[in-house]
Every structure is written in structure tokens, then in C-alpha cells.
């Protein structure tokens, strides 16, 4: 809006008042003389003219105005969708950015916990389980890590255990055989007695 354009309609206003107090002036002097003397029509002849310049001139600022107005309208127009597309475009490239750090945070360490879930259940202790971070990730990869550690001492001392009754059936099996040799040579040696 144009505040300079409200004081040219002033202005405008004015000016029209002015003219029709003139006209008003001049009707009462014309109509005011005898009836014999002619009227002169000349003074509302001028003033029709100004009258008719006057709401020109306040025709052609109402249209610049309006013309002013809708090449403003039409500015704003692509501005806006300037700024729809830097904003679809800045929304995008956030959304990569979180799509990046969601994988970086949650995908990544649950992949790598369950790579050492696999070596854990093909019974291989040798790598420990990624640690993560203080997050329920890194708290479930170090209870899991308890976990295989517990399980790998039970499975050495399940080891240990499985080789010492090994090493004893071996010993029984051993005396079972010599109880056996001896027994045939026993019943070999009692036969021809």
C-alpha cells in the first residue's frame, strides 16, 4: 500500500471541492442576472474540463497503482516459490542427514552386535563383541559380552571336565582290557592244570 497515494486522493478531493464551490459561484452569478442578458457559459465549460482532468488524473494513479499492485502480487508469487523450493530442497538434505546418523547409530552397531552373535553361537570367543555406546546398545552388546564370557569359561571348564572322564574311561577301558588278558591267561593256565 502507498500512503502517498491516500494524499493524492486528498489532494484530489480537495481540488474537486474546490472547482464545484467555483461552479456553485458562478451558476448563482449566471442565474442571478436579469432575464434578459445571455449566460455565460464559459466558467462551467473550464470547470467541466478541470472536473474531467481531475478524475482522469485519479483514474490513471488508481490504475498505475493497480498495475503497481499485481507486478508486486506476482513478485511475491515467485518468491514464494523460491522459497517452497529451497525449503523442499533444505528438507531433503536434512532428511539424508538423519537418514545418515540413524544408520550410523542404530544400524551399524545392531549389525556389528549380531555378526558377533554368530561367531558366539559357532562357538568362536576369540573377538570380543563391539562395546558400543552408553545408549541400550552399547548396554545390550555389554550384557551380551557377559554373556559370551560366562559361556566361554563354561564351555572351557566343560572341556576340561570332558577330557578328564575321557582320560578316565581310556584308564578303565585300559584296566578293562588288562582284567581281560589276565582273566583268558587265568582260565588258559587253569584249563591245563
Not at 12 to 23: A, F, I, Y
Not at 104 to 132: K, Q, Y
Not at 157 to 185: D, N, P
Request: hydrophobic share 40%; glycine share 12%; net charge negative.
Amino acid at each position: 500500500e502507498d500512503p502517498g497515494h491516500e494524499e493524492r486522493e486528498r489532494e484530489l478531493v480537495r481540488d474537486l471541492g474546490s472547482q464545484l464551490q467555483t461552479l456553485r459561484r458562478l451558476g448563482e452569478e449566471a442565474f442571478g442576472r436579469a432575464s434578459g442578458e445571455a449566460a455565460d457559459w464559459s466558467p462551467y465549460q473550464r470547470i467541466s474540463d478541470e472536473v474531467m482532468r481531475l478524475a482522469g488524473r485519479f483514474r490513471d494513479e488508481d490504475g498505475a497503482q493497480v498495475q503497481e499492485a499485481v507486478k508486486s502480487h506476482r513478485r511475491a508469487g515467485r518468491r514464494a516459490r523460491l522459497a517452497l523450493c529451497l525449503g523442499g530442497g533444505v528438507a531433503a538434505v536434512l532428511g539424508a542427514i538423519f537418514g545418515l546418523l540413524l544408520h550410523r547409530s542404530l544400524t551399524r552397531p545392531l549389525s556389528d552386535l549380531l555378526e558377533g552373535v554368530r561367531r558366539v553361537a559357532e562357538r568362536d570367543f576369540s573377538a570380543p563383541l563391539p562395546a558400543g555406546g552408553g545408549d541400550e546398545i552399547g548396554e545390550l552388546a555389554r550384557e551380551f559380552q557377559g554373556m559370551a564370557t560366562r559361556l566361554r569359561d563354561s564351555y572351557a571348564g566343560l572341556e576340561a571336565q570332558v577330557e578328564e572322564r575321557t582320560r578316565m574311561l581310556l584308564h578303565a577301558a585300559r584296566l578293562a582290557g588288562v582284567g581281560t588278558l589276565a582273566a583268558g591267561m587265568a582260565h588258559e593256565v587253569n584249563n591245563p592244570v
